[in-house]
């Protein structure tokens, strides 16, 4: 069903907006002459998805901050309300990550990658759901991963961040249910993403990191935020490796444990390895502006037919109805014959 009650244009709110899959989302909203709002740390970036915004015909406001930041954020959604007038939408994209075994993180590391990845989406959330709820209208979109339903090794403290995230949603989407509100709280869990991350997540381990299957181009992330910010769903699971780790992990949990133990280490590192003077942007920034797109741009998927299928339910439907029939006349005409 889709959600009627937004603006057209709408003022969205894109945390993450400087680069990858935030950066995409940002673009793609910017196709809808969008008010968008862009959060992130890294000036550099956030000026050059500023430009992008405003060439495409839509408007920005640079909201410089930390999304560990509960006051920062707050005081960002005051600024964009002021600027812009009441949110329409709220992309919770920023996240932090590191790559290590467990025992080889600091606590430190770990806190923060948590206060990033799962407080920061908290955060946002709060801040939209303050000024979403009086007014009944609005959509917040809450961005995951498969990791969601299925940990895998070196990436302990990511995965229990958007283990957290979903059951985050859980508890306010019945809170919401509950008060008969029509604010929409939507979460889409995606595939790995060909973003820069690969280049400044910070790493304990020998070689360069990299996802563990070819990766999809941020478009097609951006597509289904897209659709979930206007679409009542609770849920979106992006592309067949997110549904075969859902449903795997469901059906034969113990077996993918000891998969991943044999495969997850060295499949997520290249062959390269890590440069010594490498920069990562856990508690910093790095400098520059990197767009969207990572380093894999040669193996990344450009399309997901799966995106497709759970965006044209009634196609799919009525596709699958006329196949049943037509399957039901030569049956029928078999019989016939005979």
Partial sequence: MRNTTLSDPPVVVVTGASAGVGRAVVRRFAQDKAKIALIARGIEGLEGTKREVEEAGGEALICQCDVADADAVEQAAHRIEERFGPIDIWINAAFAG?????????????????????????????????RMVPRDRGSIVLVGS????????????????KHAIQGFQDSIRTELIHAKSNVQVSMVQLPGVNTPQFDWIKTNLPNKPKPASPPYQPEIPAEAIHYAAHHKRKEMLLGWPT?????????????????????????QQAKEPVSPDRRNNLYEPVPGDFGAHGRFDSTARTRSSQLWLTTHPVEVIAGTALALAVGGLAWLGTRSRR
């Fill in 98 to 130: 590191i790559l290590s075994r467990f025992l080889d993180m600091s606590m430190e590391d770990y806190e923060r990658v948590t206060k990033v990845t799962y407080l920061g989406q908290v955060h946002g959330t709060y801040a939209a759901l303050k």
């Fill in 146 to 161: 498969a990791l969601a339903y299925r940990g895998i090794p070196l990436q302990s403290a990511y995965c229990g961040a």
């Fill in 243 to 267: 549904i075969q780790a859902v449903w795997g992990d469901r059906i034969a949990s113990p077996l993918v444990d000891r998969y991943l133990a044999a495969t997850g280490v060295s499949g």
